[in-house]
């Protein structure tokens, strides 16, 4: 995302997979029973080692709630000449308020007739674009819904070089939601011009596929950066 998403506006999983354990209770003897009540329990999140529980899977469990999927429908003639809504592509976005608004890209929601959000608990409301630039390619979503998870903003000013980058988004469609891909911090201030305009950017090696487009960047606290 652009520095801090206009600095939250312009200022704008690991799953944790838990295997249900099934105690079958036999109707064997004694020495059976015994041999099944005395296997371990399964080991719950706040038991796994220090190897697995890493600032990747700390950052995923607590930014993934937060990451959407944007679904851009627009108004298209078909072969006989009649207009149907039809999906255009979908990408990304993070949201950043609990009134419902959200951070994604521009080329994500342009030339939308319709947005459909995908929350990450499976409920899909409608979206509304309140604000685009294309030239830094960001834009803000508003969704009227409750219960909403809001990840927290960082400040990229104070990145380094080689420290853990983490992307949080739906690539290559919504069947691939909440992926996450991790890597490094490659270089910062990366120039680019776009017309008379030039933008220092972040440069990362964390997998980014089509559909990750407005999703979270993430440093190993868990900010969106």
């Given at each position: 995302m652009n520095k801090s998403i206009w600095k939250k506006s312009a200022n704008i999983f690991v799953c944790g997979l838990l295997g249900a354990a099934i105690?079958?209770?036999?109707?064997?003897?004694?020495?059976?029973s015994a041999a099944v009540h005395d296997k371990p329990a399964a080991k719950t999140e706040q038991q796994l080692s220090a190897a697995r529980n890493t600032p990747i899977v700390a950052a995923a469990k607590?930014?993934?709630?937060?990451?959407?999927?944007?679904?851009?429908?627009?108004?298209?003639?078909?072969?006989?000449?009649?207009?149907?809504?039809?999906?255009?592509?979908t990408g990304s976005g993070v949201i950043y308020d609990k009134d419902g608004y959200i951070a994604t890209n521009n080329h994500v929601v342009e030339g939308a007739s319709e947005i459909i959000v995908s929350?990450?608990?499976?409920?899909?409301?409608?979206?509304?674009?309140?604000?685009?630039?294309?030239?830094?390619?960001?834009?803000?979503?508003?969704?009227?819904?409750?219960?909403?998870?809001?990840?927290?903003?960082?400040?990229?000013d104070t990145l380094q070089v080689g420290e853990p980058a983490i992307a949080i988004g739906n690539p290559l469609g919504l069947e691939f939601r909440g992926s996450v891909t991790a890597g490094v911090i490659s270089a910062l201030n990366r120039s680019i011009e776009v017309g008379e305009r030039k933008f220092n950017l972040i440069q990362t090696d964390a997998a980014i596929n089509p559909g990750n487009s407005g999703g979270a960047l993430v440093n190993a606290d868990g900010e969106v950066v």
């Open positions: 105690l079958v209770a036999g109707c064997g003897d004694n020495k059976t607590k930014v993934g709630p937060a990451v959407v999927g944007i679904t851009n429908k627009a108004y298209v003639r078909d072969f006989f000449n009649r207009t149907q809504l039809m999906e255009r592509g929350l990450p608990d499976g409920r899909t409301v409608k979206g509304k674009v309140l604000g685009a630039d294309a030239v830094t390619d960001l834009a803000v979503v508003k969704i009227d819904a409750d219960n909403l998870n809001v990840a927290t903003f960082g400040d990229s």
